[in-house]
């Protein structure tokens, strides 16, 4: 009986450790703490996710991106379907003397969704900076926004990496304290001391 429960709770362990659904990015209203986003207007925004697919296929980044000269796709996703009817342009630029390194003339994107493409990556170890301009409609306002990156920082691993290493370490020791004995009480043992003090 014990056993079938431990490896119900194992095995559920593994399921969320696992569902994309809480990899996913963002929070409640008021609790966000996503950092992959650019605010266009007051609580309206545009997210982003960094990819470098050659050398790190499975990893997302935001504000550091790991090597130089390998290719790099920026992704960008309107979070507020007003966006989509205007023309919007990005820019990426050295910092801090401000040197170009990509540019996409302005275009409308109806789909939400905006693939960057730089083949070559970027070749210095610096800070980068994004710069996203919706162009007016009928008289409208223009918005601006800015979000800054690093590259070549060395070998780096995504937020969501280092959450997920963490995750399946603490269920591993969890399975561990609940199915040996010796373990069990060692721990037990050192909660207790620590309670004491």
């Known amino acids: 009986m014990k ?3 431990l490896r119900k709770g194992f095995l559920g362990l593994l399921g ?3 569902s994309t659904v809480l990899w996913a990015h963002g929070g409640a209203k008021g609790t966000d703490t996503d950092q992959c986003k650019f605010e266009l207007e007051k609580d309206h925004w545009i997210h982003y996710t960094a990819y470098e697919p050659k050398a790190y296929p499975a990893e997302e980044f935001c504000g550091n991106l790991p090597d130089l000269n390998t290719p ?3 992704v960008f996703d309107y979070q507020d379907e007003r966006y989509r009817k205007r023309a919007i342009e990005f820019e990426v630029t050295k ?3 401000g040197t170009r390194v990509f540019y996409m003339p302005s275009e409308k994107h109806k789909s939400g969704t905006v693939v960057l ?3 070559e990556g970027v070749a ?3 800070k980068y900076l994004i710069h996203i301009t919706l162009l007016p409609e009928n008289g409208g306002e223009r918005l601006d926004a800015h979000m800054g990156f690093q590259a070549g920082k060395g070998q ?3 937020r969501s990496g280092y959450g997920l290493y963490l995750l399946i370490l603490l269920g591993g020791l969890y399975f561990v304290y609940l199915s ?4 069990k009480s060692k721990v037990d043992a050192l909660i207790g001391k620590a309670k004491e003090m």
């Open 72 to 74: 790099i796709q920026l």
């Open 95 to 97: 910092e801090p003397e």
């Open 156 to 158: 780096s691993t995504s």
């Open 117 to 119: 493409n730089l083949p």
């Open 16 to 18: 969320m450790v696992f």
């Open 124 to 126: 210095d170890v610096s």
């Open 180 to 183: 040996n004995a010796s373990f």
């Open 3 to 5: 056993k079938q429960a």
